[in-house]
């Protein structure tokens, strides 16, 4: 990927989902050790659940390596059991979240009106969002993805983001986990779609967040990926979890 002076960096994050415990830390040391040693072009992130989020903050400090979080809820604080809210994952060691996940979309019945108080959450907190939108596989068959997409974006991102750091991840459903990838001709396609909706959302400044694919990113698809129009990184989940796996792709950015 050539990167220009205009062009932000290419972010790759790491989504560790509801996996890790202690000895994972040890995957995050190799990356950022390996990181060190040979720096390059692309951001990268690793999102561990929020039990890990301390210890991996204090692991990567000093080191390129950002510490993200996987969700955060529209509130400062209160009674909220379970959750965390974005100033807690500033408190942790975080600098950026993922928000709006299509897991958390099903499981978790969570709207994009939703993702967006979220959003203002995050960005009250001082936390870049990285806020995830995608279609399932019956939407898709049925014609609708890009429509359904975009209205994702257009209604999960508020008005408040003009400006600020933040990226959009697309991550079609039936691609996460599942060893599919969208093609690249229906990757271009849908980023070019993305991308014009922040234009007509937030002029200029819509026209330089990074536009994140995820779903089934590896080490052998990542060139062909990342080397995509309008793809400005990747969101990696399973691919993430092993320090060799995520290097071979954060080397193609
Ligand atoms: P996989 O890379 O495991 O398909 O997960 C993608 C994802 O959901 C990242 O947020």
Not at 64 to 92: E, F, I, K, R, W
Not at 111 to 134: D, F, R, W, Y
């Amino acid at each position: 990927m050539t990167i220009s002076s205009l062009t932000p960096r290419p972010l790759i994050a790491g989504n560790w989902k509801m996996n890790g415990l202690t000895e994972a830390l040890d995957q995050a040391r190799a990356v950022a050790a390996a990181l060190d040693a040979k720096p390059v072009g692309a951001r990268v992130a690793i999102c561990p659940p929020s039990t890990l989020l301390h210890r991996l903050a204090q692991i990567l400090e000093g080191s390129t390596v950002l510490t993200g979080g996987q969700d955060c809820h529209p509130q400062v604080c209160g009674p909220h059991t379970g959750d965390v809210s974005a100033p807690m994952l500033v408190d942790a060691g975080a600098t950026l979240v993922i928000l709006g996940h299509s897991e958390r979309r099903e499981a978790h019945g969570e709207t994009s009106a939703l993702v967006a108080t979220k959003v203002g959450a995050a960005l009250a907190a001082g936390l870049e969002p990285i806020v995830c939108v995608g279609e399932s596989l019956a939407q898709r068959e049925a014609g609708l993805a890009v429509a359904l997409v975009t209205a994702q974006v257009r209604d999960s991102l508020p008005a408040a983001l003009a400006g600020q750091a933040f990226a959009v991840a697309y991550e079609p459903i039936w691609a996460i986990g599942t060893g599919r990838t969208a093609t690249v001709a229906d990757i271009e396609a849908m980023h070019a779609a993305i991308r014009a909706q922040l234009a007509a959302m937030f002029g200029e400044a819509g026209k330089t967040p990074p536009i994140l694919y995820g779903g089934s990113v590896k080490a052998d698809n990542a060139v062909e990926i990342l080397g995509a129009a309008e793809v400005g990184g990747a969101l990696v989940g399973g691919a993430s979890l092993k320090a060799s796996d995520f290097l071979a792709i954060i080397a193609a950015a």
